[in-house]
Nanobody, 125 residues
Framework: QVRLVESGGGSVQAGGSLKLSCAFS????????MAWFRQAPGKEREGVAAVDRQGSTDYADSVKGRFTISKDTTNDTLYLQMISLKPEDTAMYYCAADFGLLTTNWARQSEYREWGQGTQVTVSS
């Protein structure tokens, strides 16, 4: 059974940085397509960034150049480095996992079967 546990959220001022972590427990982390999603109050959950087993990555246009997704296969952890944070980045951030390579559908929730409980990020102006 796969378990995903996010951490690293918090409150920062606009322009600040945070690094989120997602600890993966279970099997075959190396073969997973992993992603970060976020959901702001009153809004739909949206894909932020994803990485597959080959190391290919993709990002939502709203975070390109500011967020970096990475994974450490030595400790089965997914990361999201966030810089130049904006108030509109405020949301609950979720880690998600499934098998397969990145496709143009990577930002769809239906593409991932395992989900974490989320970590809150709040950016004040």
């Amino acid at each position: 059974q796969v378990r995903l546990v996010e951490s690293g959220g918090g409150s920062v001022q606009a322009g600040g940085s945070l690094k989120l972590s997602c600890a993966f427990s279970g099997y075959t982390f190396n073969n997973r397509r992993m992603a970060w999603f976020r959901q702001a109050p009153g809004k739909e959950r949206e894909g932020v960034a994803a990485v597959d087993r080959q190391g290919s990555t993709d990002y939502a246009d709203s975070v390109k150049g500011r967020f970096t997704i990475s994974k450490d296969t030595t400790n089965d952890t997914l990361y999201l480095q966030m810089i130049s944070l904006k108030p509109e980045d405020t949301a609950m951030y979720y880690c998600a996992a499934d098998f397969g390579l990145l496709t143009t559908n990577w930002a769809r929730q239906s593409e991932y079967r395992e989900w974490g409980q989320g970590t809150q990020v709040t950016v004040s102006s």
